[in-house]
């Protein structure tokens, strides 16, 4: 309750700290010390042992970016135990958390995107809903979680913008383009043929039983596309965002907009999702570079 109302953190980033005090707690109990009287001798030594895996079936190999996903948590956890009282110091406070390098996911092209959408079965039941998912999702530039809790209520086509919640319910205004608008509207249509279950009414996607589709659903739906669509990448739906703030950013739209568009606190973030692959900045130096312009 703390991290959602105090800190304003999302169920699922709340479910995954919570996972990681739960197995902080486990290492501890093993070694016969309280959670709450944890060292940070003893906090170091438990994310040693994740990083390198072993000990016990609780604790897997993750890598840097996870194990700093969990410092995170914990210093979360020690936090609130000393603004409760309950501890007179906070054990993560002087942990160095691990260096990230800045991983770049895949970015389709845009032939492949167009090739994603042709692989779409419009004749299935579920064929104009997924070819919406796609439009908002690449047009858009949704975090997967954003997609699936997105509301009929908070969708103004006649407008052109839909109302997002993103991280620690932090809402945004984004705009739609005219193709996802299209195609959001033949969805509606063909939703109006569901049984749509109770407390489900004003979720936008649903699945073929009337209820909310979930994250993983729309995962399994863009590697079934992918497949289809003979794109031989590991994407998942956070490619079509990584590619739709991409090809913004090859098209020349300035960095702060795309800051703004993707919900992103700090423009760092931004700077390393948006990644140019090197063949289109060789593509603009030769086209406006002026020692290429001399003839």
């Known amino acids: 309750m703390y991290l959602q109302l105090e800190r304003g953190f999302s169920p699922n980033t709340v479910a995954a700290y919570m996972s990681d005090i739960e197995k902080l707690e486990t290492y501890c109990r093993s070694k016969g010390v309280d959670i709450a009287d944890a ?3 003893d906090v170091q030594q438990f994310l040693y042992e994740l990083s390198r895996g072993a000990e016990s079936d609780e604790l897997r190999q993750i890598c ?28 993560t406070e002087l942990i160095d958390a691990p260096k990230i390098g800045d991983h770049l ?4 092209t845009i032939e492949e995107v167009d090739r994603l959408i042709s692989a779409i079965d419009l004749s299935q039941p579920e064929g104009q809903r997924n070819r919406a998912i796609i439009e908002v999702l690449y047009g858009s530039g949704l ?3 954003e997609l699936v809790n997105l509301k009929i209520s908070n969708m103004y086509l006649d407008k052109e913008y839909m109302l997002v919640e993103g991280k620690g319910s932090k809402q945004r205004l984004v705009p739609l383009s005219g193709e996802a608008i299209k195609q959001l509207k033949f969805w509606f249509m063909d939703r109006q043929r569901l049984d749509v279950k109770p407390g489900h009414t004003d ?22 596309l992918a497949e289809a669509a003979a794109i031989h990448k590991n994407i998942s739906p956070h490619t079509l965002r990584h ?14 907009v795309i800051q ?33 312009k001399q003839k």
């Open 39 to 41: 060292t940070q001798e």
């Open 64 to 91: 840097a970016r996870s194990q700093a996903r969990v410092l995170s948590g914990l210093r979360q956890f020690y936090r609130y135990l000393l603004y409760s009282d309950k501890i007179s110091q906070d054990p």
């Open 105 to 108: 996911p895949e970015v389709l």
């Open 143 to 145: 975090r997967v979680s």
């Open 203 to 224: 979720f936008c996607f649903l699945n073929r039983y009337g209820r909310q589709l979930t994250r993983v659903m729309v995962f399994i739906i863009i590697k079934r």
């Open 243 to 256: 590619s739709f703030a991409t090809h913004l950013l090859q098209g020349g739209a300035n960095l702060r």
């Open 260 to 292: 703004e568009l993707l919900g992103h606190e700090n423009l760092a973030t931004t700077e390393i999702y948006t990644h140019i692959d090197v063949n289109f900045l060789r593509e603009e130096v030769l086209r406006f570079h002026p020692k290429n």
